[in-house]
C-alpha cells in the first residue's frame, strides 16, 4: 500500500506521496512536452492538449485548461484555482484547475501551477505563431471541453454505435442532418475514435469556399505561381494521416464537385502550378444538411460523386425527433458555464424547452441557455428568462387553463378532445398519440359534460374507429 499524505487532517483528500524532488522534476517533463509536441505533433495541432495532460498528471487532477479571456473565471477557492498566465498578450489567459475529487490545493501545488504558468505562455506563443504564421491550425474542441455525444435516446444511442463501427475503417463517411445538429461533432467522434486520432483534424466549410480559390485552398498552390503568390499546401495535404471534415458539401459546384471527385478518387493532389501529384494518406468526412440523394435526382449533385461519398451514411435526427434528450443537454450546458454562475434550471423553463420545436436544433438551445446564463436574476433559470419565441408556446397553452383555475381533469378532457380532432375523430390514432388506453380515451370524453365541456357526438364515443 503506498504511503499518504500526512496532511490529510488538513483537508486534503488522501493521495500517492510524492516527494518535492520528483515532482521538481516534473516541471522540465512539462518543458519536454513542449518539445515532443513541436517535434511530433505541432502539424497536428495539439500542443496545448498535450500540455494540458501533462499538467492534469502532475497534479493528480482531472480538470486542467488554459483559457484566453477578457477577465478570469470566477473559481478561486470554490471550483478550483485560477493562475494568470504572464507574458504581455492582447488579452489576459489563465490556468483554470478544476478540483475533481480534489478537496483542496495545497502550497506546493500552488508552486508548481505558477511555475507552469510560464510553461503556458510559451504553449500560447507558439500556438499563436503558429495561426499567425498561415499554418492551418487543427479544428478541435474549445479547451476544457471534450468531445462527446449528449444524450440517451435510441437515436442517439444508435449514432454512438455506428461511429464506433466505422472508426475501426478508413471508409469515407457521409454525415446528414439539419444544420445544427451536431453533424461536426459526429466527424469528430469518427476521427478521435479511430487509429488517425494522434493525426490532424482539419474541417473546411465548403459553402465558405470561392470557386476561383477552390483548387488552392483544397490542393495548395506552388512557389511563385503568379506574381506575389507564396506556395502553400492545401486542405488535403495538411490533414495527411489524419481526418478532412468537408462540411456543405452540397453547395459545390459541378466543376468542383469534379475536381474533388477525382482527389478523393486517386488521393493524390496536385497544387496549382505544380507539375506533379502528392500522395496523401487522408480519411475522408463529408456533412450536409440536404439529403444528396434527392440533389442527385434533381441533377444538382453529381451520381459518381454521391457514390464515393456514400460510403457510410449517418444520419443526424433533428432535436424535435428527440425530445428526451434536451433535459441532458440542458443540464451539459449549463454545467458548461458554470464558471460564470452556478445555476438551477427551474421545472416550467424545463418543459418549454423540451415542448419548442427547435429550428436551429442543438445550436439554438446552446444559445438559449448562454443567454439566460446571462439574464437569470435568480438561482434558477425561470420562464421568463427564456426568450418570447421558445417560452411562447408552452405560456400560451397553460395560461388561460391557470387563469381560469381549471382543475387538471378538465385540462386534460380539453387536451384528450383536441387530439382527437386533430386526428379526424380516428380513436386508435389518438390513443397512440396520447399513450392511453381506448377505455381511458372514452372514459375522458364522457367527462366532458361534467366538466361543463360541450358533450361528445353520438359518433366520437360510438364509432369503432
Known amino acids: 500500500m503506498p504511503n499518504t499524505s500526512p496532511r490529510d487532517g488538513t483537508g486534503v483528500m488522501p493521495r500517492p506521496w510524492i516527494r518535492r524532488a520528483d515532482r521538481r522534476r516534473a516541471l522540465p517533463d512539462l518543458l519536454s512536452q513542449i518539445a515532443d509536441g513541436l517535434i511530433l505533433s505541432a502539424a497536428a495541432g495539439d500542443l496545448r492538449e498535450r500540455f494540458e495532460r501533462a499538467l492534469r498528471d502532475l497534479l493528480n487532477t482531472e480538470r486542467v485548461w488554459l483559457r484566453d479571456e477578457g477577465a478570469p473565471p470566477d473559481t478561486e477557492g470554490r471550483e478550483g484555482l485560477v493562475i494568470e498566465i504572464p507574458g504581455a498578450r492582447p488579452s489576459r489567459s489563465y490556468i483554470q484547475v478544476g478540483l475533481g475529487e480534489r478537496a483542496m490545493y495545497d502550497d506546493w501545488d500552488r508552486q508548481v501551477l505558477h511555475a507552469a504558468a510560464c510553461a503556458a505562455a510559451l504553449v500560447l506563443a507558439l500556438d499563436r ?10 479544428s478541435a474542441p474549445r479547451s476544457g471541453e471534450s468531445t462527446r455525444l449528449i444524450g440517451s435516446s435510441p ?12 472508426a475501426a475503417t478508413d471508409f469515407t463517411v457521409l454525415i446528414e442532418g439539419e444544420s445544427g445538429t451536431g453533424k461536426e461533432l459526429v466527424a469528430r467522434l469518427v476521427h478521435e475514435q479511430s487509429r488517425r486520432r494522434r493525426g490532424p483534424f482539419v474541417a473546411i466549410n465548403c459553402a465558405a469556399l470561392v470557386e476561383s480559390l477552390l483548387e488552392a485552398e483544397l490542393f495548395g498552390i506552388e512557389e511563385r505561381t503568379a506574381t506575389g503568390v507564396r506556395g502553400r499546401r492545401g486542405k488535403f495535404e495538411y490533414a495527411d494521416q489524419g481526418t478532412l471534415f468537408l462540411d456543405e458539401v452540397s453547395d459545390l459546384s459541378m466543376t468542383a464537385q469534379a475536381k474533388l471527385l477525382r482527389a478523393i478518387q486517386d488521393m493524390a493532389v496536385e497544387r496549382v502550378g505544380g507539375q506533379a501529384a502528392h500522395r496523401v494518406d487522408t480519411r475522408v468526412v463529408v456533412a450536409t444538411n440536404r439529403r444528396l440523394v434527392e440533389l442527385v435526382e434533381r441533377g444538382r449533385f453529381r451520381l459518381d460523386l454521391f457514390y464515393r461519398l456514400n460510403g457510410v451514411e449517418v444520419i443526424v435526427p433533428p432535436l424535435r425527433h428527440r425530445r428526451e434528450d434536451i433535459p441532458e443537454l440542458v443540464c451539459a450546458f449549463v454545467e458548461r458555464h458554470r464558471h460564470i454562475r452556478p445555476l438551477a434550471v427551474s421545472r416550467p423553463a424545463l418543459d418549454a424547452l ?112
Open 129 to 138: 505563431a503558429t495561426a499567425e504564421s498561415g499554418r492551418v491550425p487543427v
Open 155 to 166: 437515436a442517439i444511442s444508435s449514432i454512438r454505435e455506428r461511429v464506433r463501427r466505422v
Open 354 to 465: 423540451v415542448t419548442y420545436h427547435w429550428p436551429g436544433n442543438v445550436r439554438e438551445l446552446e444559445r438559449v441557455v448562454e443567454r439566460a446564463v446571462v439574464l437569470a436574476e435568480d438561482e434558477a433559470i425561470g420562464l421568463d428568462d427564456l426568450p418570447p419565441a421558445v417560452a411562447g408556446d408552452y405560456h400560451g397553452s397553460l395560461a388561460p387553463s391557470a387563469a381560469r383555475d381549471d382543475t387538471l381533469r378538465a385540462w386534460a378532457t380539453r387536451y384528450v378532445r383536441l387530439v382527437l380532432a386533430r386526428h379526424g375523430g380516428n380513436r386508435r390514432r389518438a390513443c397512440d398519440t396520447l399513450g392511453i388506453s381506448h377505455h381511458t380515451l372514452r372514459a375522458y370524453l364522457r367527462r366532458g359534460l361534467a366538466v361543463g365541456l360541450p358533450a361528445a357526438m353520438p359518433s366520437e364515443l360510438a364509432s369503432g374507429q
